[in-house]
């Protein structure tokens, strides 16, 4: 299958998954990187990797619409059957996400539904909770707010601090996104009724 990733920063889910599509055995391979930040760090990482990569930067289009027409009439070009967002801080709109419908996902650095948007970190740590995490959804409308394809947890612990936990969280975040496009290439997950429907047999 052909992914394309959104990215906004340093892009290091971007780079997992582009190491688990260098296994052959992987069912997906990454055909380009789309920033809507110029001076994205993942930008260089992925060309680095000779990747296809292109900056669309908001600020350089009249309007919403018009910065999301440039970015689809990329997407035609590359012809992605998949698109990952991975850590890209806009919000699609309905009418690009009924484009892509049930193709776009997205990694969210929380055990959803608890704590969509942002500050994810300090407000888990606020909340007291004893384990975090991060989830892989579908992109629907709503922010954060598609169903779930994966999850996994990590503790807590009395001392952290919102960036000694998003570092762990980030750590788990680079093992599921590749294990979670995994199953949707394979076809083993798919979105349903506004429910993720798993076909996976284990
Ligand atoms: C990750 O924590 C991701 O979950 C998010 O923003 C961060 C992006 O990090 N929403 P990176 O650009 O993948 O390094």
């Known amino acids: 299958k052909r992914v394309v990733v959104f990215i906004s920063g340093s892009g290091s889910n971007m780079m997992a998954l582009v190491k ?11 055909v ?9 760090g993942g930008l260089a990482k992925a060309a680095a990797e000779g990747i296809s990569t292109f900056a669309f930067v908001r600020k350089d289009f009249a309007s919403k619409d018009a910065h999301e027409e440039a970015i689809l009439a990329q997407l035609d070009v590359l012809s992605p059957d998949i698109i990952c967002l991975a850590g890209y801080m806009r919000l699609l709109s309905g009418r690009f996400i009924q484009r892509y419908e049930g193709r ?5 650095p929380s055990l959803l539904p608890l704590f969509p948007g942002l ?22 409308e709503g922010m954060d707010e598609g169903p779930a394809i994966g999850q996994a947890a990590v503790p807590v612990l009395t001392d952290d601090t919102a960036e000694t936990l998003a570092a762990r969280v980030l750590t788990i975040e680079h093992q599921l996104y590749p ?3 995994r199953l949707l290439a394979e076809g083993k997950v798919r979105m349903e009724g506004g429910k993720a ?3 996976a047999s284990a």
């Open 20 to 30: 688990a599509a260098a296994a052959s055995d992987y069912p997906a391979e990454i």
């Open 197 to 199: 429907i798993s076909l």
């Open 104 to 108: 776009i996902i997205n990694i969210h």
């Open 119 to 140: 500050h994810t970190h300090q407000r888990a740590i606020d909340a007291g909770q004893r384990i975090a995490g991060c989830t892989v959804h579908f992109v629907t």
């Open 32 to 40: 380009g990187v789309i920033s809507d930040k110029a001076d994205a």
């Open 179 to 181: 294990q979670s496009l």
